[in-house]
């Protein structure tokens, strides 16, 4: 493979950037924005800098409305300076309002925020590797990595080859079929390290130094976590330009929680939303929990864990941002729990039958979560919450098979259906007055 000459701005880039450097979130160090994520006095993580004042004199509403119907409508918000950004149709996805699932929970104003149809890989991650990748082309990158539990080498692998970037993507050697071949059909190079997501993580940190690749979620992370914004710019614009009273929202590293609040700051900051207390509730897998376990035990501090569960998207044991998480969490008088394995399928299968979503085991987590929360009065009936579903659930089939059914196979004749039929609508009894019990 070609090795990278990074730090190096295309020549044809538009020069409009609102972001001016980067800065150490611990000792509020400054550097360069360059392809740099670690604080070189304290060790700390990076993060991108704007210029607020600039986007309160040019950014309005309608201008937003009149951007692409996708991420990029943001643009002004985003780390990148190209005003031809990598757009493949990323972002925009649907603000479902979730009246089923509410009633069945016992609460009134329930929206779901759908990223399991997202552009182009069916996942949240198409869109901090749309940033991540438009940024690595200015900064001169010709060849781009990741390390990742699955969803996110399906996002590398698609838009690499949608930019013509060469890519190489490391996995864990367990995840599930699905996410293999969804990272295949795009003809990466793709390496499947037997070990879990950590261990893959630290291998990927030693490529990224000797041979100078952009890795989204490494060296190019705080242009890479900017992404996630966009997820809470298109809720608060779906809403009518306003802010949620609740967000739920599944736990990895924790970046995604903090940034969805990132962007409904930066909107009240630059006066396109009013300001409102926004409580923020984390979900996590029993099985992989250091975030849930820390809020728990009123810690302020995160112990690593070994993962073991079925929601291998969620399965990080060393949380990038799992403190920064923890503190929001604790800040905005939200919660952070846990669930286990067999709840989580239940999760999967509430969400299908209420809302026709079906999603991967990371969803599945945050509906189990969201229903926990609820059932112990930590979710006022009353207030709008928001949902966020992260992936597709093609991607995990191997978690369901076995808990929903199996075809009634008849013969093509009308008395044949009549008594499979019957036997349908009898089990379907059964299973309700289960449920209401």
């Given at each position: 493979?070609?090795?990278?000459?990074?730090?190096?701005?295309?020549?044809?880039?538009?020069?409009?950037?609102?972001?001016?450097?980067?800065?150490?979130?611990?000792?509020?160090?400054?550097?360069?924005?360059?392809?740099?994520?670690?604080?070189?006095?304290?060790?700390?993580?990076?993060?991108?800098?704007?210029?607020?004042?600039?986007?309160?004199?040019?950014?309005?509403?309608?201008?937003?409305?009149?951007?692409?119907?996708?991420?990029?409508?943001?643009?002004?918000?985003?780390?990148?300076?190209?005003?031809?950004?990598?757009?493949?149709?990323?972002?925009?996805?649907p603000l479902l309002q979730a009246n089923r699932l509410a009633r069945r929970l016992g609460i009134k104003k329930l929206y779901i925020k759908n990223d399991a149809v997202n552009m182009p890989t069916l996942s949240?991650?198409?869109?901090?590797?749309?940033?991540?990748?438009?940024?690595?082309?200015e900064l001169g990158f010709s060849t781009v990595s990741c390390a990742s539990t699955g969803n996110l080498a399906n996002s590398t692998a698609a838009i690499a080859a949608h930019a013509g970037l060469e890519c190489c993507v490391f996995i864990p050697s367990d995840l599930e079929a699905g996410k293999v071949l969804g990272t295949l059909i795009y003809s990466p190079t793709l390496m499947a390290v037997h070990g879990n997501?950590?261990?893959?993580?630290?291998?990927?940190?030693?490529?990224?130094?000797?041979?100078?690749?952009?890795?989204?979620?490494?060296?190019?992370?705080?242009?890479?976590?900017?992404?996630?914004?966009?997820?809470?710019?298109?809720?608060?614009?779906?809403l009518g330009w306003e802010l949620p009273d609740h967000?739920?929202?599944?736990?990895?590293?924790?970046?995604?929680?903090?940034?969805?609040?990132?962007?409904?700051?930066?909107?009240?900051?630059?006066?396109?939303?009013?300001?409102?207390?926004?409580r923020f509730s984390g979900a996590q897998a029993e099985g992989c929990s250091p975030i849930a376990q820390a809020f728990r035990e009123n810690r302020d501090f995160i112990s690593p864990v070994k993962p073991n569960t079925i929601a291998k998207s969620l399965a990080i044991g060393n949380p990038a941002d799992g403190v920064y998480a923890l503190d929001l969490a604790h800040k905005t008088n939200g919660n952070i729990e846990s669930v286990n394995d067999q709840e989580i399928i239940a999760g999967i299968k509430l969400l299908a039958e209420t809302e026709g979503i079906f999603t991967e085991t990371a969803g599945g987590t945050t509906i189990a979560v969201l229903k926990k929360l609820v059932e112990a009065g930590k979710i006022n009936p009353d207030e709008t919450t928001v949902v966020y579903i992260t992936g597709n659930g093609l991607k995990t089939q191997e978690a369901v098979q076995g808990y929903v059914g199996e075809p009634l196979t008849i013969e093509p004749k009308l008395e044949a259906f009549e008594r499979a039929w019957e036997r349908a609508q009898t089990l379907e009894r059964l299973e309700w007055q289960q449920v209401s019990v």
């Open positions: 493979m070609t090795q990278a000459t990074p730090q190096t701005l295309a020549p044809t880039c538009a020069r409009t950037a609102t972001f001016t450097g980067l800065k150490c979130k611990e000792c509020g160090a400054e550097y360069e924005a360059k392809a740099i994520h670690v604080c070189e006095e304290c060790f700390g993580p990076l993060e991108v800098v704007y210029d607020y004042d600039a986007l309160r004199q040019t950014v309005t509403r309608a201008s937003i409305q009149a951007g692409p119907n996708s991420i990029w409508r943001y643009r002004p918000f985003l780390p990148v300076e190209t005003d031809t950004p990598i757009d493949v149709g990323t972002g925009m996805t949240f991650k198409d869109r901090v590797v749309s940033v991540a990748l438009t940024r690595a082309k997501y950590d261990q893959v993580n630290r291998l990927c940190s030693e490529v990224a130094n000797t041979h100078g690749w952009g890795f989204v979620n490494i060296n190019l992370r705080p242009y890479y976590s900017e992404g996630s914004k966009t997820l809470g710019y298109e809720v608060a614009e779906q967000v739920v929202a599944p736990l990895a590293s924790g970046s995604l929680f903090t940034k969805i609040y990132k962007g409904f700051q930066e909107f009240v900051k630059v006066g396109l939303v009013a300001d409102k207390s926004v």
